[in-house]
T-cell receptor
């Protein structure tokens, strides 16, 4: 079962920041928060992950609340090419700890509007 | 690097036919996965292989078999295809020794008529 809750859809104006929320109220201390996205019908693409500190890379920023029960993925300047389904996943690391696989929920469909 | 390569990209089967979907990765990853994605739905895990020589069932394994042929290759077999198996199938791989992301293939679009 997916351990995360995301809104089914969101809209964002092109050039504005897209803030995608994720609730993971049952997250364990050794579980990381991962974000992937799937553009149209392509294979999912990794975006970012974090444990408890905020993280930033060339694609996005990840803000995790202090209690770790929720997080927000931020795309600072959304473009039309960022239109996709965004998946928030919690997972134990290292991956071979208990052989826990990567399980996807239903994600958030982000539409970037010109 | 080619990353994760799936073959074929498209396939049409008749009910009852069998086929094998192939997946190969060139990143020396330990773990490999097979997912299916139905229209408008998220990905559902069919089978996975945490390491060479091991396989485990995922959320929806019925009607499928897998083989981890070697570290590079992980195949998915449909012994007797059914219309309910019409879907897009994705293969993925992960290197498990350290904190790293999953890489996905571009998918196999399978239609069973």
């Amino acid at each position: 079962d997916a351990k995360t809750t995301q809104p089914p859809s969101m809209d964002c104006a092109e050039g504005r920041a897209a803030n995608l929320p994720c609730n993971h109220s049952t997250i364990s201390g050794n579980e990381y928060v991962y974000w992937y996205r799937q553009i149209h019908s392509q294979g999912p693409q990794y975006i970012i992950h974090g444990l408890k500190n905020n993280e930033t890379n060339e694609m996005a920023s990840l803000i995790i609340t202090e209690d770790r029960k929720s997080s927000t993925l931020i795309l600072p300047h959304a473009t039309l090419r960022d239109t996709a389904v965004y998946y928030c996943i919690v997972r134990v690391l290292p991956y071979n700890s208990g052989n826990t696989p990567l399980v996807f929920g239903k994600g958030t469909r982000l539409s970037v509007i010109a | 690097n080619a990353g994760v390569t799936q073959t074929p990209k498209f396939q049409v089967l008749k009910t009852g036919q069998s086929m094998t979907l192939q997946c190969a990765q060139d990143m020396n990853h330990n773990s490999m996965y097979w997912y299916r994605q139905d229209p408008g739905m998220g990905l559902r895990l069919i089978y996975y292989s945490a390491s060479e020589g091991t396989t485990d069932k995922g959320e929806v394994p019925n009607g499928y078999n897998v083989s981890r042929l070697n570290k590079r290759e992980f195949s998915l077999r449909l012994e007797s295809a059914a219309p309910s198996q019409t879907s897009v199938y994705f293969c993925a791989s992960i290197r498990t020794e350290r904190n790293t992301e999953a890489f996905f293939g571009q998918g196999t679009r399978l239609t069973v008529v």
